[in-house]
């Protein structure tokens, strides 16, 4: 255990009175409190690093905690809360994908909107090409659902530790999936925003539209609140749509190997979805290019708008202009695409096997559509699946209002 880690048991406190009832709160809620002085920024951040303590020796969601930072944070919001600062996200702990620093843009806009960083979440190790794990020192991250299972990755301790409740929020980013499909396979909510809309770390130049931070939360409120601060645009609480938005449905994108309980489950969730007005599913056609030779030559490009090489650059350009091609012609008759968020269940800490996880992800992380995974149930086996909704480029609200009608379908029943 290393750092701050050793200190963790006697910088944490006893289990305060009342925790249990705080530990339910979302972010927006705790947010509320601390700014009605109800509770302070350091009560609620002693709490998680308490939970953090107790929870975290099995699921291993924390790479390192930050006990000691992390009150000086919640200290430094206190005064500002003191002040009569508005923090739209006042005292709520936060977990930082251990790939980010806490400098970089997108985590120096949740501290500015009042989070406070409690410790970096578990990623993949090396040794492994598979991304859909994460490690830590003490062994591998655990799926808080079931033990068995991977929490998915790359940003597998971020969504173990919303899913476990460790934290209300975290932070992930997403290449080719890395926040959609540990979202699904911990049943929480994922986002990934449009392409080049947040702020990356580094030169113009040298920031993909490829990749893409995005936060993971249990709640649709929670999410659109992190997305805005990550935006840098006013919060506001989403609605379910006022009218249903049109939305394709496609198992495979004509493209991945989907296993049929994973598809019945999320197509299911997504029929429940339709009876609450939120969304019209219509069949529709849909045929993307494999991404998958487009994708791995635009990540060893750099910088961005360089000269391609002449056989595989030139290729991933045809195709990611037939990817792109293709999807404005679906959003261009429908509001939104649905898919299952992967076209296998979660494995084993074996890994995939011959499963390509990122199928019916990747293929955004090109275009730069913005994509949510939201929890979908789960296989007659148990297998948690999720449902990813995809819209036109700067419209992440309408997945964000479909997400706050899903908050009152129940999870489908196993296929």
């Keep these: 255990m290393t750092g701050e880690n050793a200190c963790r048991a006697a910088a944490a406190p006893a289990r305060p ?13 705790i ?16 709490e998680a690093l308490a939970r953090i303590a107790e ?5 291993r969601a924390f790479a390192t905690v930050w006990p000691a930072r992390a009150l000086e944070y919640a200290a430094a919001v206190d005064r500002a809360v003191r002040d009569g600062e508005r923090l739209p996200l006042a005292g709520v702990p936060l977990g930082v994908k251990a790939t980010q620093r806490l400098s970089a843009p997108s985590v120096a806009r949740l501290v500015a909107a009042g989070c406070v960083p409690v410790g970096a979440t578990a990623t993949p190790g090396p040794g492994t090409p598979w991304q859909t794990w994460g490690a830590t020192d003490r062994g591998p991250t655990l799926n808080p659902l079931r033990a068995d299972l ?13 899913a476990a409740g460790m934290v209300p929020l975290a932070t992930g980013s997403d290449g080719a999936g890395s926040v959609r499909i540990p979202a699904a396979w911990c049943a929480v909510l994922g986002l990934k925003p449009t392409g080049g809309l947040l702020p990356l770390p580094g030169s113009p130049a040298a920031r993909p539209r490829r990749s893409v931070s995005g936060p993971l939360a249990r709640t649709a409120a929670d999410t659109a609140a992190c997305f805005a601060a990550l935006a840098g645009t006013s919060p506001s609480a989403p609605e379910p749509p006022e009218r249903p938005l049109r939305t394709a449905w496609s198992a495979t994108l004509g493209c991945a190997d989907t296993r049929q309980p994973v598809a019945a489950t999320a197509r299911a969730f997504l029929e429940e979805l339709a009876r609450t007005g939120a969304v019209a599913p219509r069949p529709a ?9 487009c994708w791995h030559t635009l990540r060893a490009r750099r910088p961005p708008g360089a000269v391609p090489a002449p056989d595989g650059g030139t290729a991933a350009d045809r195709t990611g202009a037939e ?14 695409l649905a898919t299952p968020t992967t076209p296998n269940p979660p494995h084993g800490h074996h ?25 979908a149930g789960r296989t007659a086996a148990g297998e948690p699946v999720g449902l990813q909704l995809v819209a036109a480029h700067g419209r992440e609200a309408d997945l964000l209002a479909v997400a706050a009608a899903a908050e009152t379908v129940p999870q489908s029943q196993p296929h």
């Design 285 to 293: 056609a849909v045929r993307l290019p494999d991404a998958a030779d």
């Design 31 to 46: 947010a509320a409190e601390v700014a009605a002085g109800r509770v302070t920024a350091r009560e609620v951040v002693r």
């Design 351 to 375: 890994g995939p096997g011959g499963d390509m996880s990122v199928a019916l992800t990747w293929a955004f992380n090109i275009t730069g559509h913005p994509a949510l995974s939201l929890p």
């Design 150 to 162: 991977s929490p998915g990755g790359s940003s597998a301790g971020s969504a173990a530790a919303v």
């Design 17 to 29: 009175p009342g925790i249990a009832v705080r530990a339910r709160l979302s972010a927006v809620g």
């Design 55 to 59: 929870a975290d020796s099995s699921i």
């Design 323 to 336: 990817l792109a091609a293709e999807l404005d012609r679906v959003l261009g008759t429908v509001d939104l």
